[in-house]
């Protein structure tokens, strides 16, 4: 099983304040992906890389920014954050097609 | 836009009874993965069925691709089933595996 790990799991943040969440996969994956879930609700991608020091918008990247320093770590970052992003952000990747994900991290911001 | 339909949205069955899920999907898909989401959150993968029939233990999910269908069944469902299904599809000409998560279904089994 691909290993996938996020840090933090569970953040409570200002609102305005700078957020940032780490994704790390130890699997040589080419393809990482930063995810959101809204309470009882599926999950909409946000942005993607599929290779280091690049990244790519998906769904909904507004307010979002993203950094992929290298293959083995992609990171979702939050300028100003803001109380629509409470959510809970889910890290994925994969080489061949099938998705692994991580544990999730809570974001929750006042 | 590319769409996912999961139904039902619900459901609770009582325990030994099956379940039958389905996915239904706008456009054609290069790749499909089920997933089951713990009640905690974590996220599992338990098939990757881009067509075609794949059993594993009590769950067995069957792909339909010019139908733009498929279905997770679930037979003699057990309380540690509970929790929420995610049907994902990978559209093609997409590229990148830009997967597209349905609303899901939530399990609930009772004793």
């Known amino acids: 099983e691909a290993a996938v790990t996020q840090s933090p799991r569970s953040k409570v943040a200002v609102t305005g304040g700078k957020v940032t969440l780490s994704c790390h996969q130890t699997n040589n994956h080419d393809y990482m992906y930063w995810y959101r879930q809204d309470t009882g609700h599926g999950l909409r991608l946000i942005h993607y890389s599929y290779v280091a020091d690049s990244t790519e918008k998906g769904d909904i990247p507004d307010g979002y920014k993203a950094s992929r320093p290298s293959q083995e770590n992609f990171s979702l970052i939050l300028e100003l954050a803001s109380l629509s992003q409470t959510a809970v952000y889910f890290c994925?990747?994969?080489?061949?097609?099938?998705?692994?994900f991580g544990e999730g991290s809570k974001l929750t911001v006042l | 836009g590319q769409q996912v339909q999961q139904s039902p949205a619900s459901l609770v069955l009582q325990e030994g009874e099956n379940a039958e899920l389905q996915c239904n999907f706008s456009?054609?898909?290069?790749?499909l993965q089920w997933f089951y989401q713990h009640p905690g959150g974590r996220l599992v993968s338990l098939f990757y069925?881009?067509?075609g029939t794949k059993h594993t233990g009590r769950l067995t999910s069957t792909t339909v691709t010019n139908e733009r269908r498929s279905s997770l069944h679930i037979s003699s469902s057990q309380t540690t089933d509970s929790g929420t299904y995610f049907c994902?599809?990978?559209?093609?000409?997409?590229?990148?595996?830009?997967?597209?998560f349905g609303a899901g279904t939530r399990l609930k089994v009772i004793a």
């Open positions: 994925a990747s994969t080489t061949g097609g099938q998705l692994y």
């Open positions: 994902a599809i990978d559209p093609v000409n997409t590229g990148n595996y830009k997967y597209v």
């Open positions: 069925n881009p067509s």
């Open positions: 456009s054609t898909a290069t790749r």
